[in-house]
Antibody
């Protein structure tokens, strides 16, 4: 059974940083691209970043470039999202999802339950 | 940048057919995927590559894509289908989501 479990969401002050993690199981992690998608309260889905199976390629939404860094540790079956210089508008539930491709272009066939990041003083 | 346009909301009576549109420039040339999201839950893939259903998704869910509009059709809508629905495509290496459609079954 495919499972994705996010963690690391918390309350953080503006300007702060944090790292989200997504631990996966039930499939060959290194064979799949992975992605982060966020959802602000009461809003729609917003793609944040994706990375290929090897971790050698990464892609970002313009709204997060320079502040977010996606990475993966295939030996630990874990996806990460490092966020710096947090802003109020980064407040959202952050989901990790598997992409049914090695690099990009597929559908998001499995999602985690999400982790909430709240940016507030 | 590429944009996808969905109606904000729509309603359907139980047992009737709901058609949710997703508009985009020449979207017929792209693969469109659809996700269902119920309140407090993560999104679930219901249609991939325009018209294919993942295992476990009821046959009342179907999809089509042509020209500038992709459509998710729910035939014989049930109360449990009440949810937000999002379409999604890729624009080169970027994931694009539609704004979402809140479907009410009443």
């Amino acid at each position: 059974e495919v499972q994705l479990l996010e963690s690391g969401g918390t309350l953080v002050e503006p300007g702060g940083s944090l790292r989200l993690s997504c631990a996966v199981s039930g499939f060959p992690f290194s064979s799949y691209a992975m992605t982060w998608v966020r959802q602000a309260p009461g809003k729609g889905l917003e793609w944040v970043s994706s990375t290929g199976g090897s971790g050698g390629s990464s892609y970002y939404a313009d709204s997060v470039k320079g502040r977010f860094t996606i990475s993966r540790d295939n030996s630990k079956n874990t996806l990460y999202l490092q966020i710096i210089s947090l802003r109020a508008e980064d407040t959202a539930v952050y989901y990790c999802a598997r992409i049914d491709e090695y690099d990009y272009g597929g559908y998001l066939d499995n999602w985690g339950q999400g982790t909430l990041v709240t940016v507030s003083s | 940048s590429y944009e996808l346009t969905q109606p904000l909301s729509m309603s359907v009576a139980p047992g009737q057919t709901a058609k949710i549109s997703c508009g985009g420039n020449n979207i017929g040339g792209k693969n469109v995927h659809w996700y269902q999201q119920k309140p407090g839950q993560a999104p679930v893939l219901v249609i991939y590559s325009d018209k294919h259903r993942p295992s476990g998704i009821p046959a009342r869910f179907s999809g089509s894509n042509s020209g500038n509009t992709a459509t998710l059709t729910i035939s014989g809508a049930q109360a449990g289908d009440e949810a937000a629905y999002f379409c999604q495509v890729w624009d080169t290496t970027t994931v694009i989501f539609g704004g979402g459609t809140k479907l009410t079954v009443l």
